[in-house]
């Protein structure tokens, strides 16, 4: 994904990455850039660091909690200082822009960089989504983000939530959900644990309108419901 405000270099940039053979989306703010995470995975995020809306390393650092992916920063002010910023703030590659494009360097920079990501299988087990609601779960970060928007779920509620959309379409059972949460360590009280868990998770998706992910399978488990009736 290319994020920038400036329609010229996204044509320069279109231009040194059209022999990929890669499907390349755009964002031109930072509101679509969030919102384009938060539902896709991308495998390379191009970003242009001088955006007018908000200081570009807040972008860098959200975009980091929602993607995985290798982030390259395209900058046409550099500095020694913005560099070390950029790369602490988790960028993956800086790349000074200084005059026109060198489109020879960019591709080189950003090859390396997606050839590298796939290598380390990242991209199969870094993230979990569901893209039709906006869910993402960053297995690397233990949060999970609803339309771009932390959950701030617990340990446990975590837990139990990547078990129910990793199971998407199957009910999960309340031992399943035990087991996962709880590491086997059973009590007499397991079935009104996992219950007010799954009440406080219902809560923070019914934030955004979504309490309804969690139905109820009665008497057996829970599962993920894709369909608001």
Not at 129 to 151: C, H, S, T, V
Request: charged residues 25%; negative net charge; glycine residues 4%.
């Amino acid at each position: 994904m290319i994020i920038t405000e400036r329609r010229e270099l996204y044509q320069q940039l279109i231009e040194s990455l059209r022999n990929t053979c890669l499907e390349i989306d755009y964002a031109a703010s930072y509101v679509q850039a969030v919102n384009r995470c938060s539902r896709f995975h991308y495998i390379l995020i191009i970003l242009d660091i001088h955006f007018s809306e908000m200081n570009g390393m807040a972008v860098v650092r959200r975009l980091r909690q929602l993607e995985q992916a290798p982030i390259l920063v395209l900058s046409t002010c550099y500095s020694r200082q913005e560099e070390i910023e950029v790369l602490n703030a988790g960028a993956d590659a800086y790349l000074p822009v200084e005059g026109p494009l060198d489109q020879e360097l960019l591709l080189a920079h950003a090859s390396a960089l997606m050839r590298r990501y796939l290598s380390a299988n990242t991209r199969e087990y870094a993230t979990i989504q569901i893209a039709d609601i906006g869910l993402k779960i960053n297995l690397n970060l233990r949060k999970a983000f609803l339309n771009g928007e932390n959950l701030r779920l617990t340990p446990k509620q975590f837990d139990i939530l990547q078990l129910l959309v990793d199971r998407i379409g199957e009910i999960v059972t309340k031992e399943e959900l035990f087991e996962i949460a709880w590491k086997g360590n059973y009590d007499i009280y397991a079935d009104d644990a996992i219950k007010y868990h799954i009440r406080e998770l219902r809560k923070k998706l019914g934030q955004h309108g979504m309490a309804h992910l969690i139905e109820t399978a009665w008497g057996v488990g829970y599962q993920i419901c894709l369909e608001n009736e």
